[in-house]
């Protein structure tokens, strides 16, 4: 826990921003963005989000560490169409990590970059909207120059 | 385990009614399966009602308008796979000689929530972060189109066939057909799906009466169809690497189902099957093993699919074209293939039906390729 940065918790990413979760993840001092995910003490079972307890052998004793990527792009799709808070068109995609995890999450534009295996790191974006107005900030996968 | 026949069917027509309520909707498929049966309404046991978003005490909800109450009203809730996996729990209930006829139905009003895609469970983590049920079929299909070199214009297809089914059957949300470059053309969604590739949100309601074998004929039951084989699943959750090409969870569901019908998938004369989103379809065949993996666009085009083909897919449009009122839906499958099977199903009959297949799969929680799959296989 102590190799964790601090928590930024609730505190907003940029003016006036929020995080959709701040549990998913952590930013270092110098703005780069890592996963917060769990590795289970008994067995080695990784987990994003951190669980609770552990979906192979039941134990509790989950340690966190921290996924750096970069990542490769398993597949991905540009939508069009989704509820209201969400600032559309946007690109999401599962994400292949060295290790094992698989993590969901936004991608970045300009979309005619994407294509599938594509090396993609994390990075901070705003993505929407809350319905009082605030920004929604999280993760985004980026396609990597 | 006691045999079990279907004695009656209702459906209603699907479609957009926001000025009904769920009951309003439910009940005049339930009076027709009743009255079809030529039952006692006394002699129902237990009612089953699958719905995913009705809300609390759907089938209660349902049933007080025909005043048939007092039995128990059980209500399971599968999401998209709600009402196929009530009707394993009819089923389990008739088989195991619990009770001698039961009512099972499916039931969902979609147009309270106002349009858009279908809400899914907000404190799901891959929903907080932007998943919705046509980004994720849309992945497939990507990854699809990736590994085996599917086309749009192939993909497209799909949606052609089912429409020129759903024009046919007076039950359907959308009678319309469509041409390939209508549906290319159409607004976008999530890439690669266009309007024309996603199943659409609606209104609906399914019902069956099931009864163990010598009860339909004490009764003297015209044309039951049997249940030859009844079987949910649950996807295996893993937070890891997992093939989105392959439909893990419906190819071990109907290993089952085969397996309890003793029959294979080259036995199969009519079925219905998930077809949320157009690339669903094509998955499913070789899940199905209807074809080798990555050849279910050659099956399509072959023409065995469509209606005078010998394995004929969706003959009712399917969710693409019927309508996809979601926890309506399984049951909706199961009176189609009793139809088919009983030679009624009218300008979409399926010429001398006799081994019928129903898919629904419920999907929309991080972790799984589905949450739950329920397959159904009939036979006369």
């Not at chain 2, 397959?375 to 006369?380: D, S």
């Amino acid at each position: 826990m102590s190799e964790l940065a601090p928590p930024i918790a609730s505190a907003p990413v940029s003016e006036g921003a929020a995080l959709i979760d701040e549990r998913l993840l952590r930013i270092g001092q110098d703005g780069d963005v890592r996963l917060v995910c769990g590795r289970c003490a008994s067995c080695g079972a990784e987990s994003f989000p951190q669980a609770a307890v552990c979906a192979s052998c039941l134990s509790q004793d989950i340690e966190p560490f921290e996924l750096a990527g970069p990542g490769t792009l398993y597949a991905y799709s540009i939508v069009h169409q989704a509820p209201r808070h969400w600032d559309v068109p946007y690109a999401v995609g599962y994400v292949d990590f060295p290790g094992g995890l698989r993590v969901f999450g936004h991608i970045a534009g300009p979309f005619e970059k994407l294509s599938i295996g594509k090396t993609v790191e994390l990075k901070l974006g705003k993505l929407g909207a809350r319905p009082d107005g605030t920004p929604l900030s999280s993760y985004v996968f980026a396609v990597k120059e | 385990m006691r045999e079990v026949n279907v004695i009656g069917v209702g459906l209603t027509p699907f479609g957009k009614f926001p000025e009904k309520t769920l009951g309003e909707i439910g009940w005049p498929a339930v009076r027709q399966a009743v009255i079809e049966a030529e039952i006692d309404p006394k002699s129902i046991g237990a009612v089953y009602c699958g719905t995913g978003l009705g809300g609390m005490l759907a089938g209660q909800r349902v049933m007080k308008h025909l005043g048939i109450t007092g039995m128990p009203i059980v209500n399971v809730e599968n999401a998209c796979s709600s009402s196929s996996s009530a009707l394993r729990q009819g089923w389990m209930a008739v088989a195991s000689g619990c009770h001698d006829i039961v009512v099972v139905l499916g039931v969902e009003k979609l147009t309270k929530f106002g349009g858009g895609t279908l809400p899914l469970e907000a404190e799901d983590w891959e929903v907080m972060q932007g998943m919705i049920m046509p980004a994720l079929y849309a992945m497939r299909a990507q990854r699809y189109m990736h590994e085996y070199g599917l086309t749009i214009e192939q993909l497209s297809d799909v949606s052609v066939k089912a429409h020129n089914h759903g024009a046919l059957n007076p039950h359907a949300q959308i009678r319309k057909r469509v041409t390939r470059e209508e549906v290319m053309n159409s607004r976008p969604v999530a890439d690669p799906f266009t309007l024309w590739h996603c199943c659409p949100t609606g209104d609906g309601a399914a019902a069956v009466v099931l009864a163990d074998a010598a009860t339909a004929r004490r009764l003297g039951s015209r044309k039951p169809v049997r249940v030859a084989a009844s079987e949910v699943t649950s996807g295996i959750y893993t937070n890891g690497f997992r093939e989105l090409t392959w439909a893990e969870l419906t190819a071990r569901g109907a290993k089952h189902a085969y397996e309890m019908a003793g029959i294979g998938p080259e036995d199969i004369d009519v079925a219905e099957i998930h077809d949320a989103f157009t690339i669903a379809e094509l998955m499913y065949y070789e899940a199905f093993g209807f074809c080798e993996r990555g050849t279910g666009y050659q099956l399509l085009s072959s023409g065995r699919t469509s209606l005078g083909g010998d394995i004929v897919v969706n003959p009712s449009g399917g969710l693409l074209s019927r309508g996809h009122p979601i926890g309506a839906t399984g049951v909706a499958q199961a009176v189609e293939i009793v139809w088919q099977l009983r030679g009624d199903a009218g300008e979409h009959q399926v010429e001398g039906a006799k081994v019928g297949l129903t898919h629904a799969t419920g999907g929309g929680v991080a972790g799984y390729d589905h949450g739950a799959c329920s397959i159904h296989v009939f036979t006369r």
